[in-house]
Nanobody
Framework: QVQLVESGGGLVQAGGSLRLSCAAS????????MGWFRQAPGKEREFVAA????????YYADSVKGRFTIFRDHAKNTVYLQMNSLKPEDTAIYYC??????????????????WGQGTQVTVSS
């Protein structure tokens, strides 16, 4: 089993920044891709960003491209999501995700093997 614990959410004004962290523990995550999805009230969970096991490949939803950056630190078993130029429409619960192989812009949320508990991000206008 893999446990994913997110942190770093909060309330920020539009144009501000936040960094989310997701610490993984449990079995080895070798060959696991990791990523972030988000879910706003009344909407389906949607892909935000993902990074390959090696860290060499990254994927972003069009809505966050150029504003968000995903990266992972193998030594700390942690993946990060740096969010800049935040907009009110970024308001959602953000979930960390892990899956063997690949997570990219086409990965359905029901294909994810492990989820974190979620962290709330609220952007005020």
């Amino acid at each position: 089993q893999v446990q994913l614990v997110e942190s770093g959410g909060g309330l920020v004004q539009a144009g501000g920044s936040l960094r989310l962290s997701c610490a993984a523990s449990g079995r080895t995550l070798r060959s696991y891709a990791m990523g972030w999805f988000r879910q706003a009230p009344g909407k389906e969970r949607e892909f935000v960003a993902a990074v390959s096991w090696s860290g060499g490949s990254t994927y972003y939803a069009d809505s966050v491209k150029g504003r968000f950056t995903i990266f992972r630190d193998h030594a700390k078993n942690t993946v990060y999501l740096q969010m800049n130029s935040l907009k009110p429409e970024d308001t959602a619960i953000y979930y960390c995700a892990a899956r063997p192989g690949v997570i990219d812009t086409t990965t359905p949320y029901n294909h994810i093997q492990y989820w974190g508990q979620g962290t709330q991000v609220t952007v005020s206008s």
